[in-house]
């Protein structure tokens, strides 16, 4: 597999009533496995709905992404939702852990979602790599937000995902405690070979990765290396 | 200082986006309070009928009636009473009508005099009532005439006697009851019945003497006075002030059981306010947050919902009483058949009051249960979700809440029962059937989380799981639900029992067909005729009347002017039909003494069997004397025992039953039962008896019981459409409660979605749970059932109880499946649209 993600002339249109409102045009690019890449543009230039685009969480007005060998245009939304179980991992900016399950539950969900036998003891696995073993049992609401955080991180990696994407995910959170979520992010990302994709606003987390995509407008403004790939 | 205007102010602008959800509120109002007003406008319309219809229901000022002509001295008494008079007597009788070479059982009335001296014998032509005065005229019944192609002109013969129809009864004086759907009614005058050789010893005549008082006249002083000495003589007196009374005694059980479904349909209604308020209330924790974070009073912003709730559950309840009082409309059409007067459909101004007062009371009271919590969200809330209570502590206008909700139900109940106890029995049994439902609900919880199956599969155990995680709605639904099945079920159950009854009546080999009136010569051609059809003689009974006249050495006389006496009025004072055998017969058991044997001799002593009823309410024991007189012979005997007789078999059954070789030689009437195959050879069968026999009249059982099952049938019918209103709250209920736990569920769902669960999976998810939770609310509600339907049952209708498993199986599976299809249907949301748009509009 030479691209884990390709992106060709990808456009998204709202409609509000009468009028239309076109957030993403022909916005092309494609990643190639392991790699990692920052989205990055002010407030309303797309960012987030080509995050949804990419991971399959919504569908392109036109324009094709492929994701691990997928079609995500052609599939339905069951077919997307295997593609995303099987191969993709999530981190949102607000967390988005399932309030009323443990954290353990949290993490164990899309192990279990696939139907392995080891979901706990790779989801325990995963709590005790984010440091968090001990807090297994507690729901999110009495966790704080950078453990909240955690436990999405381990809920992203508990399927080995191929892909990893992240919306803003030290967004929420303090300096010291982004910065223990950034780099937790980058070890696991590396120690799994994980390609990640990561929405920001934060110049100084995307010059953590190996490239960069600028969108203003919702056009690709500018796609640039910052290190040379491994 | 509460500043009202921003609060009105406020609450209408935050309403605005919102009122769609207050609609599931609205509506569980609407039916709660139609329910009440239809049924209350129905009562008071009904109540007021019968003040203004007694007198024309009743005919006349006073009536006096019985099974035997007043006696010489009580005939002074009322030939002394001022005004005009007539009289009527009533048998049921065999009718022959040639022109069909049909016979029919008929309620044969003979009037003479002016009778009804208020309303009037409706007829067709309008004239015919005054053809009663021709010996050979008859007035048949209407509904009858039309059903059988019977013609004005045609004869129709009684007894020994032609008479011709002279016109078609509209309406009869006998009052409706289950007689007229077997034994419809006809018209001879008075001179001409006695005629007919119906009229004999042994007959089971009704004579009535009717009575127009002047307006001067008092007759309640008359019949105070005189009401132990017609009672002595098993004569009975009615007054239009006592047919009022009566009429709304007769009106009672209609009234309770009307009252009890706006009771339960105003109980789902308030289940209903009390969830779908908590559902908006939820739906506003974001908004209230952010009031409070800038700077509203935990009180302001409380009141600023309640505003909103008021009035829009004022609207509702003004909704409710117009839908009620339209509702209303359609009652004394369902009522029709059963009620012996016309009920008008008039606005009833107080019904309406009342659905106002009390819709705008328990809206309030069922809707501060979530709003109160509204004052103590915290403004933190704007930065995390909790689901913990926001803060710890007691609130104690939570539970004054509560506790007006107890106090205003007993209230509201001892209104509508007329009796504190009862209201208390029955805010005692809705709270036991609260308590249990919660219990279970708890218990599952536990029991759930206790014992979870950490093997099963991924979507089961999540459906499982969510019983018991926090926000869990096992509680509200199962309460809801189960107490809505409890309710609906109950009622099935009774109908379905009610009918049971009925229908065992009629089963199998039971005998179908009672000849009575047999003179004792005719017994041998009867008894021909009857193998002639190849019908079983299945029994032949011999009757003698005969009265009481004193026990245990005492007279009668002296035991009625003895207060202490124990022995009940109706037992002695009545015309006793009693039998002689020598044996008992199958359905009978001895339970003290010896069944009589046959006399030996004349001159010993007569030892006769009491049935044990009827030996105690007279408060006599084996060996006691008992005195009677047989048309004019004076009889000592004595008790030799006592019986237990089985009342729900169709065969004669006698209280008294004397041995062979005493009453053999006293005037008597035979009774004659067989079983007929078929409603032909029945048929047959009867129109022989009829034309070789005039005097002897065959019933049938079986369109007796036909007639009765009509009529459950058309009872049926009413609790089935008055339970439409609890249905339909209920309904709502399920829906508003389902509509909660969506809420709750979304967000779990969409994020499933986002980390690759299929359209299967969540529906699957969603399936488990909502069959869990159906399951478990439908059995508890059906057990609920069961226990309350056996209770009413056994102390209350006195029903035999059978459990009707197919049709509580439907109920269940019913239940079940249209919970478990509301709760998917609550999950399309989230499989139709884009996990990425459900997630930025952060549910």
């Known amino acids: 597999m030479s691209t884990i993600l390709a992106v060709n002339q990808l456009t998204k249109t709202y409609q509000s009533g009468d009028r239309s409102l076109t957030v993403l045009a022909d916005v092309s690019f494609a990643i190639q496995p392991g790699e990692s890449l920052a989205i990055v543009g002010p407030s309303g230039s797309g960012k987030t709905t080509l995050l949804g685009l990419c991971a399959g969480l919504d569908r392109a007005g036109s324009g094709e992404v492929i994701l691990c060998d997928a079609l995500l245009n052609e599939l339905s939304e069951d077919a997307r939702a295997a593609v995303r179980n099987r191969n993709v991992g999530f981190i949102f900016q607000n967390f988005q852990l399932i309030p009323t399950l443990t954290a353990l539950e949290n993490v164990m969900i899309p192990a279990e979602l696939n139907g392995r036998k080891d979901a706990r003891v790779a989801a325990l696995a995963l709590l005790e790599k984010v440091g968090l073993a001990d807090r297994s049992h507690h729901y999110p609401s009495q966790l704080s937000g950078g453990e909240q955080q955690r436990v999405a991180l381990a809920r992203a990696f508990c399927n080995n995902p191929q892909i990893l994407f992240a919306d803003e995910p030290t967004g929420n959170l303090d300096e010291s405690t982004g910065q223990m979520v950034e780099d937790l992010l980058f070890s696991l990302n590396q120690e799994m070979g994980t390609t990640l994709v990561i929405v920001t606003h934060d110049l100084e987390l995307a010059g953590k990765t190996q490239r960069i995509i600028q969108l203003k407008g919702g056009q690709v403004f500018s796609d640039t290396r910052t290190q040379t790939p491994a | ?843």
Request: contains cysteine.
């Open chain 2, 1 to 843: 200082m509460i500043d009202w205007s921003f609060i009105r102010q406020l609450a209408w602008r935050d309403s605005r986006k919102n009122r769609g959800r207050l609609v599931l509120f609205m509506s569980s109002i609407i039916l709660g309070i139609a329910a009440l007003v239809a049924i209350n406008s129905f009562n008071y319309n009904l109540q007021d009928d019968i003040d203004e219809q007694a007198a024309s229901l009743l005919g006349a000022d006073l009536v006096v009636s019985g099974n035997q002509p007043v006696t010489d001295s009580l005939g002074v008494l009322l030939a002394a009473l001022p005004g005009e008079k007539a009289t009527k007597l009533d048998l049921f009788s065999m009718a022959y009508f040639p022109a069909t070479d049909r016979t029919q059982f008929v309620r044969l009335q003979g009037l003479a005099g002016n009778f009804p001296f208020y309303g009037s014998l409706k007829t067709e032509p309008a004239t015919a009532r005054q053809e009663l005065t021709n010996p050979h005229a008859a007035l048949v019944d209407n509904g009858f005439m039309d059903q059988y192609g019977i013609q004005i002109g045609d004869s129709i013969r009684l007894g020994n006697r032609s008479f011709f129809i002279a016109g078609r009864l509209l309406n009869d004086f006998a009052s409706a009851n289950v007689a007229a759907g077997f034994a419809p009614p006809v018209y001879v005058a008075q001179s001409a019945l006695e005629q007919t050789g119906l009229v004999q010893a042994g007959s089971l005549v009704n004579y009535n003497y009717y009575y127009k008082l002047p307006a001067a006249f008092e007759v309640k002083p008359w019949t105070d006075k005189y009401d132990n000495a017609f009672r002595n003589e098993s004569l009975r007196l009615q007054t239009i002030a006592g047919q009022k009374e009566n009429l709304s005694d007769a009106f009672a059980n209609l009234n309770s059981f009307l009252n009890l479904v706006a009771l339960v349909s105003l109980l789902l209604g308030c289940i209903g306010v009390a969830s779908s308020v908590l559902i908006y209330v939820r739906t506003k924790i974001p908004s209230i947050a952010i009031f409070r974070c800038l700077g509203m009073k935990g009180r302001d912003v409380f009141l600023v919902y309640l505003l909103q709730i008021l009035v829009l559950g004022g609207l509702g309840v003004v909704f409710g009483a117009v839908l009620g009082t339209v509702v209303q409309l359609v009652l004394p059409i369902l009522f029709k058949d059963f009620l012996p007067l016309e009920v008008s459909t008039s606005i009833s101004w107080p019904a309406i009051g009342e659905g106002l007062v009390i819709g705008i009371f328990i809206t309030m009271l069922f809707a501060l249960v979530p709003l109160l919590p509204v004052r103590r969200i915290s403004p933190l809330r704007i930065l995390r979700t909790a689901f913990e209570q926001d803060l710890g502590q007691r609130d104690y206008a939570q539970w004054a809440v509560y506790l007006a909700i107890v106090a205003g139900l007993q209230a509201f109940l001892w209104y509508l029962t007329g009796s504190f106890v009862n209201g208390l029995m029955f805010t005692g049994g809705l709270l036991v059937s609260f308590l249990l439902l919660f219990a279970v609900a708890r218990l599952i919880t536990w029991g759930v989380q206790r014992f979870f199956p950490r093997r099963w599969s991924f979507v089961f155990r999540q459906g499982l799981a969510n019983l018991f995680r926090p926000n869990n709605q096992t509680a509200t639904l199962l309460v809801s639900i189960g107490l809505g099945t409890a309710i609906l079920t109950t009622l099935f159950i009774i109908q379905g029992l009610l009918l049971e009854n009925v229908g065992e009546m009629d089963a199998g080999n039971q005998p179908n067909v009672i000849l009575y009136g047999i003179e004792k010569e005719q017994m041998t051609g009867l008894s021909e005729l009857t193998t002639s059809f190849k019908l079983p003689i299945v029994q032949q009974v011999p009757i003698v009347t005969m009265r009481m006249t004193g026990w245990q050495g005492r007279t009668k006389a002296d035991w009625l002017a003895d207060s202490t006496r124990q022995a009940e009025r109706w037992a002695f004072n009545r015309e006793i039909r009693v039998t002689f055998r020598d044996s008992l017969d199958g359905f009978e058991e001895v339970l003290s003494g010896t069944f009589p044997k046959p006399r030996a001799a004349h001159g010993d002593s007569v030892f006769i069997s009491l049935e044990e009823g009827f030996a105690e309410s007279m408060h006599v024991k084996v060996g006691d004397e008992i005195s009677f007189n047989v048309q004019g012979m004076p009889l000592t005997t004595f008790v030799g025992s006592t019986r237990k007789v089985d009342f729900t078999k169709m065969r004669t059954r006698f209280l008294v039953i004397f041995p062979a070789g005493v009453l053999e030689n006293a005037p008597q009437f035979q009774v004659l039962v067989t079983k007929s195959p078929n409603p032909a050879t029945t048929a047959r069968y009867r129109t022989a008896v009829v034309k070789a026999f005039p005097n002897v009249s065959v019933v049938d059982l079986s369109s007796i019981l036909t007639a009765l099952s009509d009529i459950l049938a058309k009872v049926s019918y009413v609790i089935q459409f008055m339970a439409v209103f609890s249905i339909l709250t209920g309904f709502i209920v399920l829906v508003s409660s389902l509509l909660l736990s969506k809420l709750q569920r979304i967000k779990e769902s969409v994020l499933l979605r986002t980390l690759g669960a299929s359209s299967k999976q969540l529906l699957q998810i969603s399936a488990t749970e909502y069959a869990l939770l159906g399951t478990l609310a439908a059995a508890t509600g059906i057990f609920i059932a069961l226990v309350s339907s056996w209770l009413l049952a056994s102390f209350q209708l006195k029903l035999t109880f059978y459990v009707p498993w197919l049709a509580i199986g439907v109920i269940f599976v019913l239940v079940v499946a249209i919970i478990v299809v509301i709760g998917l249907l609550n999950s399309r949301d989230v499989l139709r649209k884009s996990p990425l748009e459900v997630l930025r509009r952060e549910v």
